[in-house]
Structures are given as structure tokens and as C-alpha cells.
């Protein structure tokens, strides 16, 4: 279908977009949870009436819209760089990928943008029952758009529901509840909200201990403490669950991000899960070396949580590159050649299209269909490059599950001691929430990469590879506007960063001249 | 219910839609033509503030109308979709750079600590109010001037000059497109805040800014107009799909579909009564008369673009690299399920009528700026 792949086109479109993603995540993840904190904190208010947790409120609601429109400015261009960037994926899966963001659209974006409006305007305006349903369909729009981005998304990791169209040379969608309900779209999105709500509980506590710290904003800071630190040990727990869930359908559908995240090289039985471990820089598949310098292992967990059966057998790099016949597993080098027989029945078809030949357009189908399982294959050249950077997937995934359960232990500790009002004698834990807030994005930004980087080669796994779905130009275009990008992205995020540092600073209190009024 | 459909009719469904959400997008420019009239209206900071927050209230529903017209695209014509994006690839990141910086300096402008200071901020929205609305209505002339681009057997597409979007500028008549949305869009914004906020002397500035705009508007618009009626239009057969250059194409169009001709029509005075009502009378409602009128007349060259087998996306590389709604679209399956999601339209369109009449029972005046407890840009 291409014949000439430039990497370096590849490689800065990749790049451009995890730039633009980077920056989208670090304001998005606060506007999916802040907002059911702020929603609470406005119903008790509407309930009992206590001006407290009206300024709480609008505290929060105040930080929230410092960080709204920087997420909704970064998020078109994320949405538009399908089409600049990856305009060839477009083509191919827009049947299919190209629903979701529409329906994105109209039915979370309206809604979101139409009740924030009421949300800051409303004040005063309209009916307190009003504004603070305004809240809560904010609330509920941003975790909707949140749920059709990630059904996107999981399609390409689990790509379900549709069929390949020889005419056009596209996947076509065939059942839409499937791509919506896909198991694995439903276990994304419910992981990635509530780390969202985890990183919003974080922001919260770490500008409250702040508070506590300095001895101001006491009744406010202690309140928001407990609403968000509940909010966060629920999400945290639940976060622990869906990662599971997680895990356990990567091990179905993806084995080779599986064999990554676990540095797993030899596939075994009973398979352990490497707690903390050290992989051995230079390890190459079929080398013969090992792949650890050191390692402490949970035995047989890894077979129970990615079968459900603690003697399940779990593939490794080596058997999914060279095959392991005993398990049934094919060889990367087999899949390249089913997939270039696909790729070359395609042309055959479309010849004999052209051509009016219908015996041979049928011949070629069924060759085509036969292998189209392995077509992405077809594109392929070097049988170790289905396996994606293992070490850097592998590190990630320990950062993002270590700091994980550090996080349950923590929202415990902060409710535990807040209960027993033993909070502010306790400084140090004050300081530690305050230095967890960075970590909680780190820990999600390394999830993003265990999945975004763990799907490599793929944009959509096993189907189309990374490298086939660029747009077609030159690569110092892309360069150059990731340069722009790059230039524009961290000037307007260090201009939010000091707005909104300078907002806490100052408090929840009206300011008196040259600022907003709340 | 929709399934007995036809792929032909859910593709003449889909193109209303997206004629529907960009008719709606043009008229929701008023935002950015607001925007490029800040310090013409506004000349003290009280001022600007006023005519910052009337217009500032209304951004994300132009911005969020922008979005879904993209995803629309996306799902309903991927290959034009695609094709442009990928194609003309400067023009549109130039673009989007524009609405990224407009979504921030609302928010950011006048907040302590805001690192580039306020002016910069409203630098910002002048940029977006011009450059941003020009290329994109240089960008929609495209649609019937044709662009270089080559559509290969797999549908893949290939642009034809490493100007990749830029040569857009060096077309007459997608210039003229581009400075008739400018000056529409300040028209309408001129118009929007003559309506919405209370007080005399920026009334009376946004008055005589209507005039003036309006003038400039319709001699571009104009020039555009008849050159689209009297230009060669790509065609295709129904029944071969075959693309041939047609001499009056959009003219024909026009005859042949007199709802098109109506609408047009009806736009075109609904615009000009709304001008005129401002500018002779002293009325403050124009902006219900040409705000619609606008809204129709884009409509019906959307129709006479995509409608009447016209090539919506014509390539002047290569004839039958051109895009119709035919051969651009989603299958029928998907064109299908999101035509159910399309009903939530009328939904979305009602609860937006209702929130904004909660919000703007009160206009913006000094008062406003000053007290209250709300949220100000």
C-alpha cells in the first residue's frame, strides 16, 4: 500500500502526539474528578444551608475553571491530529473511530460546555437547585466524553465489531454495541476515571495540607481533606481493581505488552509476577542470557491474574517472536508471511476488479481472508519488532502499581489521622500529601505509557501498524510543528502553573482590585 | 427505523448535519469578531471588560461547534476528513493554534499572576478573531476552488505541493471567502454585543462598527458569490462516478434546487434586514435577523457544494481524486448509528436555548462587572 517508510516521519508524529497527550493529561484528570467533589461540596451546602461549604465550593469551582480551558484547548488539537498526523489510520479505521468522537461531541461536549457556562455565570442568576444540577451534568459530561474518548482508544488495543471492506481497503464497523461494550473499553475507562479521581483527590489534599500547614483556611482545608481524601481511598481501591481488570485482558489480547510489562523473555507455567526487579541492560531476544540482574518474585501470580488459573502458561518475547509449537504459539516470522500473502491477495483483488475478472477477484478473497487475520503482519520486516521496548514498559508499570498501593496506604493514614484529629501534630504526613500530588501524575503518565507504548508496534493491534498510519508529508513538517507545539504548550502551561499557584496563595477570599471577584 | 435507509440517502442525511453544524459555526463567529473588536469598542479597561465578558461567555459553544463539526466529519467523511487535514497540514495547524490560544486568554487575562500580562491575553483573542476565521474561510473556499491532491486505489491520499495548505493563499477567491467571514464575523459580533450589553457609548461604537463591517463584508462576499455562479464546477456522473468540469456548475445547482435558491435568498435579506434595522432604525435586535439569515445562506452553499452530484471536495491535481459524499463516506452500518446519535440534536440544541436565556435575562453592564458573585473574565 506504501511503499517507502520514513522513520523519522514515524518517530516525530509519535512524538508530537505523546507531547500534546503529556500536556492534555496534566489538566484533564482534574477536571473528571474535581468537579463530583465540588458537586458535593455544593450539596451540602444547598442542604443545610452552612456558607462554609459555599466558599469550599467555590473555592474549588475557582481552580477548576483556571484548569478547564487549558484541557479543552489542548484536546483539539489531539483531536485534530488524527487528521493532520495520522491521516492514512483516518482513512483506514475512521469508519469505526471516527464514531465515537462524534458522538464525544455531541453528546458530552455540548453538555459539559453548556452547564460549566451556568457553573461560573450562574451565581445569582439562576436558582441554587439549578446550578447545582449545573454541577453535576458538568460533572457527568466530562466523565461521558472521558467514556467515548476511551472506547476510541480501547478499540485500537482490542479492535472488535467490525470487518475489512476489500472495495475501499478499510475496516468497516459491523455492530457498534460491540466496540461500546467491549470488555476491555469498559475495564479502560472505569481505570482511567478513577485515575483521574485519584490525581483531583490528590490536587485537593495537597493544597489543603498546604493550608493546614500554614495555619490558614483551617475549617475549609480540613473539610476538603476528608471529602477528598473518601473520594480518593474509594477511587484508589477501585483503581487497584480495575487495574486488574487491566492486566488480565492485556494477557488476552495483547501477550506481547504482557511479556513486556513483566520483562518476561521465556514463557512458562505458573509464571510468577516480579515485584521489584532489575532487567539487564542489552538483553536481546534469543540471546540466551538471562533477563534479570536481580529479581523478587510473587510466584505463580502473573498466571492467576492474566488467566485466572495459577498454572496457566504465559507467553514470553522469545515465544512470540520464534513460536513455541508445545503452546500453540506461531512465529512472528510466519505471521509476516500469512500477512504479506493477505496484503498481496488484496492487490490481486483489486487488479481483478478493475479488470472485470471475477473468478480471479474471488480467489483472491478467499486467499485474502484466510490470512487477514495476520495482515498488519504483511507490513512488518524484522519479526523482533512486535515486541515493544520492554524495559521502559516494564519500569513504568512498576512506578504506576507501587505507587498505586503507596496511595490506598496513604488516603487510609490522612483519614485515619484526621478522624482522630491528630492531622496538624503530624506535619511531616502534610508534607508528604503535598509531595504525592506530582507523584500521582507520575504514576499516571507511566500508565498511559505502559498502555500507549505497550500497544507498539501497533496502532491497531495486530491489524495496522504504527508506521502505515502517518499522513503522507514530509517529516520536517511534523519537526517543525512539534517545535511549535513544544514552544506554545510550555509557555501556556507555566503561565497556568503560576495563575493557579498565585490563586492558592491568595485563598478562597475575594480579591480586592485588578483580579476576579470569586 | 433508520436501517431501510440507503447508503445514498444516510450520505445526503450526513451532509445535512455537518451543512447544519457549520451554518451554525459561522454564525456562533460572532465570538471571534468580537474578539477583533475589543479596543474599537472598548477604550477604557472597564469597557473592554464588558465587551470581553459579553462575548467571553460564549466561547466554548463556538469552540465546542467547531469540535463537533471536526468528529462529525471524522465519522461521517473520514477521506475528506483525512484528505484536508492531512493535506493542507500548515494551513490547519495554523489554525488550530489560534483556537488553542483563544481557549486559554479568557480564563488567563486578567487573573493574578498570569506571567504574559493582560495585553498579551487580549493579543491573543485578536489573533484568533483574525487569523483563525480567515484561514478557515480561506480553507471552506477550497471546497470550490479545488485543491492539488491525489487519491490512490487504497484511498490513500497524497498532497501535491509542499505548501501543504499555504498555497490557499494565492487564490483569489479563497482570499475573498476568507476576508468576507472576517468581516461577517465582526459584523455579528459588532451586532452581538449592540445587543447584549447595556451601555450607550459601546452601543453606539458596536452601531457604527456594523455599518462599516457590513460594507466591507458584502463586496467581498459578493465577489465570491458571483464568482462560485459563474465558475466551472466539478461534477460527477450518478450512475459512472466519473468527475467532469462542468461550466456553471453551482448555478445550476442553484436552479435545480430551488430550497437551496430559497434559502439563500431568504439569508441573504434576513442579513441585510438585520444591518439595515441597526443601522437606520436604531434597533438593537439586528442580530436576530442577520444572526439567521447567516445561518441560512451558509446553508445553502452547503447544498449546493455537496448536493446534486457536486464533488464537496474537488482535487484540481487530478479530477477523480475528488471527494463527493459518495465516495468519501462512512459505511452505511456507521452512517446508520450515528444517525440515531443525531437525534439528540433537537436535545442539545434545547437545553443550550434554555441555559443561554437563564444566563443573558440579565444584559452585561457596569454594575454586572462589578458586584455579583459570579465568575469574570
Redesign the interface.
Known sequence: ??ENIDMALVNWSRGQFALVAFYHWLFIPLTLGMTYIIAYAQTIHVRTGDKEWERIAKFWA?LF??N???G??????L??E???????Y??IS??????P???????A???E??????M???????SKK?HLM?VYLVAFGASLSALWILVANAWMNYPVGMVF?LE???H???D?WTVLFSPYAINKFLHTITSGFVISSFFIVAVSSWYVLKGRNLLLAKRSIVVAATFGLISSIFLATTGDGSAYWVAQKQPAKLAAMEGLYQGEEGAGLVAIGMLRPGKEIGDGQNAFLFKIEIPKLLSVLGYRNADAFVPGAEDLVLGNAEQNIMSAEEKIRRGKMALTALAEY?EAIALDDETTAQEARAVFEENYYYMGYGHMFDPDGIIPNVPFIFYSFRIMVILGFAFIALFLLILYLTVVNKLEENRWLLWVSIFSLPLAFLASMAGWIVAEVGRQPWTIQGLLPTMMST????AN?VIL?FI??AV??T??V???Y??M???IK?GPDK?KK????? | MFDSLTHLQLQQYWWFIMSVVASTLVFLLFVQGGQTLIGTLGKTDDERTMVINSIGRKWEFTFTTLVVFAAGMFASFPLFYATTFGGAYYAWKIFLICFVLQAISFEFRRKQGNLLGQKTYEGFLYVNGFLGVFLLGAAVATFFTGSEFYRSEYNLSYWQTSLHGLEILFNPQNLALGLALLFLARTLGALYILNNVNSEVIQARARRQVGLNAIVFLVFFLYFVIRVLLMEGYAYDPATKEVFLEPYKYLHNYLEMPVALILFLAGVVLVLYGIGITWFKESRKGIWFTGPGTFLTVLSLFFVLGYNNTCFYPSSFDLQSSLTIENASSSRYTLTAMTYISLFVPVVATYIFFTWRAIDRNKIDDQDMKGGEHHIY
Open positions: 500500500m506504501i475557582k475553571g483556571i478547564f480551558a487549558i479543552v484547548g489542548t484536546g483539539i488539537i483531536g485534530l488524527f487528521g493532520t498526523n495520522w491521516a492514512n483516518s482513512w475512521g469508519d469505526i473511530f471516527g464514531a468522537l462524534a458522538a464525544e461531541g455531541i453528546l461536549f455540548f453538555l460546555s453548556t452547564f460549566v457556562a451556568v461560573f455565570f450562574g451565581w445569582g442568576k439562576v439549578f449545573s471492506n475501499n481497503a478499510r468497516e464497523m459491523v457498534f483489486k499522513s503522507n508529508i514530509n513538517a510543528t511549535m507545539f506554545l504548550l509557555i501556556l507555566l503561565a497556568e503560576k495563575i499557584v498565585t490563586a491568595h480579591q485588578g483580579g476576579e471577584n470569586v
